[in-house]
């Protein structure tokens, strides 16, 4: 799996930016300009972020208009006694999903492949968490190929809208299958291959439903439920090892 850093940020950046709004009025949303944070330089450290500027960050980072279609807590809702479970959030980006599971999950390890974005979710973690969900936050920063999960280390891996942007996909889901326990849990939530109102990512780079379901059977799990309903624009598959 090769994966450019630069082209993922971009990407991910992109994908917020322009989905934030969608779910009320898609057709204006698409059509706007927001802002954009000059992502070029050094991402600031927490430690070098006022609160000001924090804030400006997540505007961009952040949007509030998300969970209208995202529906982070129908999706968690699919990892079996969450509360008891450590939980991997592979190509974390921005920590949306991070810091939701830092509050249900017994841990969560938060990876990524991009500085600046291990460096945005240390942020959210210090400026927007109790200190007892600070606890359970660890970010980590990891290869294309490699996790740098340590065997058994979690009980579930989390996916979401990363996926499509692997390129040895059946060989990277072999690498989280040995390095999970018997019985461990997988969720990937990807884009539907059908027409949507939204330009990112493009219908080409999405994947049907049932590519991931083949590709989670190559792989060594087995499929437990696949979920084309509940998310507008999203499918939700779960796997076990």
């Given at each position: ?12 950046l ?21 802002p ?41 809702s699919?990892?079996?006694n ?32 991009d500085?600046?974005q ?22 980590r ?38 390095v999970?326990?018997?019985?461990g ?8 291959r059908k ?6 990512p ?5 994947m ?21 309903c ?9 796997a076990?090892?």
């Amino acid at each position: 799996m090769k994966i450019h850093h630069s082209s993922v940020s971009c990407f991910l950046l992109l994908l917020l930016l322009v989905l934030w709004g969608c779910h009320s009025d898609p057709i204006a949303e698409r059509n706007a300009t927001p802002p954009v944070s000059d992502t070029s330089s050094r991402f600031p450290s927490f430690e070098e972020l006022s609160k000001e500027q924090y804030e400006k960050l997540k505007v961009n980072f952040d949007p509030p208009g998300r969970s209208a279609w995202q529906k982070p807590e129908q999706v968690l809702s699919k990892i079996k006694n969450i509360e008891n479970k450590v939980v991997a959030d592979v190509g974390a980006g921005y920590g949306y999903f991070a810091r939701r599971l830092a509050q249900h999950a017994k841990r969560v390890i938060a990876l990524d492949i991009d500085e600046a974005q291990i460096a945005y979710m240390d942020s959210v973690k210090q400026m927007d968490l109790k200190p007892e969900y600070q606890q359970r936050f660890e970010t980590r920063l990891v290869t294309p190929t490699d996790s740098k999960l340590k065997p058994n280390e979690v009980d579930a891996v989390l996916i979401v809208n990363t996926y499509i942007l692997f390129n040895e996909k059946v060989e990277y889901l072999k690498h989280l299958y040995n390095v999970m326990p018997e019985g461990g849990q997988i969720i990937i939530v990807d884009f539907k291959r059908k027409r949507l109102p939204i330009d990112v990512p493009t219908k080409s780079m999405r994947m049907e439903l049932y590519k991931v379901e083949n590709d989670l059977e190559d792989a060594g799990f087995f499929l437990i439920e696949s979920d084309d309903c509940s998310l507008e624009y999203q499918y939700i598959v779960v796997a076990e090892k």
